[in-house]
């Protein structure tokens, strides 16, 4: 038995449906939704043309969505939904390396290569050493540290996106350190590119006078026995894009140097230590 | 220039990335979005596998929804959130007749016919006199008020559901009052049905462990010049849904007496007056 629908009562009256049995965590999260999402709609009141612009907005946002696109994670992400959720599951004491989104262009399965190999195939952009040492949060170094990394070609592309025109595993590798912690590999100095703005969240984010960049930066997936695994960016230092990420992944700690260098046989050096917690 | 995302300000940053130049009810809208949104996920934590789950959900409702399929007003349904938004758009003084949901299966054009015709076309179920009167605040009968009705047949479809099955127009008429604001027809006395439970919204309400039901109803858009017009169901008085409709469209003044006429050339008689607001 349950009351009947009121304005003032609509989330309770909603929630009150739900069965006994209902799994706790499923009730807990619906029980949340119920009462945040009736609670913005009150805040708002939104004409019937309004509701009807949402859920439009909803059904392109899902039909857009395919094996090579998800338009509803492009939402979560220019909604500070993705950042938020990444922060609340890597929550980690001061000066360990923090957590980014992750990204859709993560391969699993690239090469293992040794220490200084050059991972970009295409023979593209600017060349870039890229070094620097897995610790602990005490500043010892991690030993068999698993560090793979993948970037944007020169053209602000992935492998993955441009198939046959790319090299497979085009900016992408997988290096293990040694006993002194470091790594050192060769690629290219990573561009900024834009996130598909075709689409339903594309439009809204020039309705709200938003760009769809991302600043330029070099993907590091950094796992090791006993340590919490770091999902991160290093971002371009002074990349025009950094105080306004369309998905904001930027944090003012993983901002790495770029370098000049003078000779050696990349045109750019970015040193960056990975600091881990362990688990 | 903006800050760099962090958990404790995560909705602020995202806001504080607006255009100056933004629509400002827009802008009011995605900042309530945003603010809700964030403490939403600041309220349950989720996993990232829950906001995967989130995500997947999200596209395979927009995905099942076609030219005559909307699963995202399903959602919005069983949410609780069309009745809010209708409830907000249409708040009246007591004695006013209240709204309720409009519903998917309205059909402009329908044929207007003379009181007391039967709109029941395909000869099924247990036949029914629908009469009252339209009245304004003051109980004074509206002249010219337009009446128009819709129902589900006795199998618990409507017409469009069921092209080539039942006839075009099969319980469906528009009525106009005279001097007395009265209106009467004939059709059928109206049986529950499930909304549609086989795409994901369905799973979730059997999940939270509630069924998909409506009660008995019949569909009534009462329209005159000078008022304003009441998008509202008459409910079938005893159906076991009404406590637990699963679009929780019932409110109790909209529940009406459906009586076993003694004689007459209906089963069923259904009084009901309509009494509108003025403009």
């Known amino acids: 038995m349950s009351e009947y629908f009121s304005e003032a009562s609509s989330a309770d009256v909603v929630n009150a449906r739900m069965g006994a049995q209902t799994d706790p965590r499923l009730r807990q999260i619906m029980h949340a939704l119920v009462s945040h999402l009736h609670a913005f709609i009150k805040d708002v009141e939104p004409t019937t043309a309004e509701w009807e612009a ?31 959720v990444d922060a609340i599951n890597h929550r980690r004491p ?27 195939l295409d023979g593209k952009g600017e060349s870039c050493l890229f070094e620097g040492r897995v610790l602990d949060l005490d500043g ?7 560090v793979d990394v993948w970037s944007d070609n020169a053209d602000g592309f992935y492998d993955v996106q441009q198939p046959g025109i790319q090299p497979q ?47 330029a930066h070099m993907h590091f997936l950094v796992h090791a026995s006993g340590f919490e695994s770091v999902t991160t960016h290093t971002f371009v230092e002074g990349d025009p894009y950094l105080e306004s990420d369309a998905v904001f992944g930027v944090k003012k700690s993983l901002i790495a140097p770029f370098e000049r260098t003078d000779g050696g046989d990349t045109s750019w050096r970015s040193q960056f230590d990975f600091i881990l917690k362990p688990m």
């Open 169 to 215: 595993w085009n900016n992408r590798g997988v290096f293990r350190t040694g006993a002194d912690g470091r790594y050192w590999f060769r690629g290219v100095k990573p561009v900024s590119y834009p996130i598909p703005d075709d689409g339903p969240v594309g439009q809204m984010l020039e309705r709200v006078e938003r760009h769809p960049w991302r600043p």
């Open 94 to 120: 001061d000066g360990a390396t923090e957590n980014t989104v992750f990204g859709p262009f993560h391969v699993d399965g690239a090469p293992e290569l040794a220490m200084g190999a050059n991972i970009s």
């Open 140 to 146: 010892n170094p991690v030993e068999g540290a698993v």
């Open 54 to 84: 949402a859920i439009d907005f909803l059904t392109k946002t899902g039909q857009l969505c395919s094996e090579t696109r998800q338009e509803f994670i492009l939402l979560s992400d220019v909604l500070g939904v993705s950042m938020l």
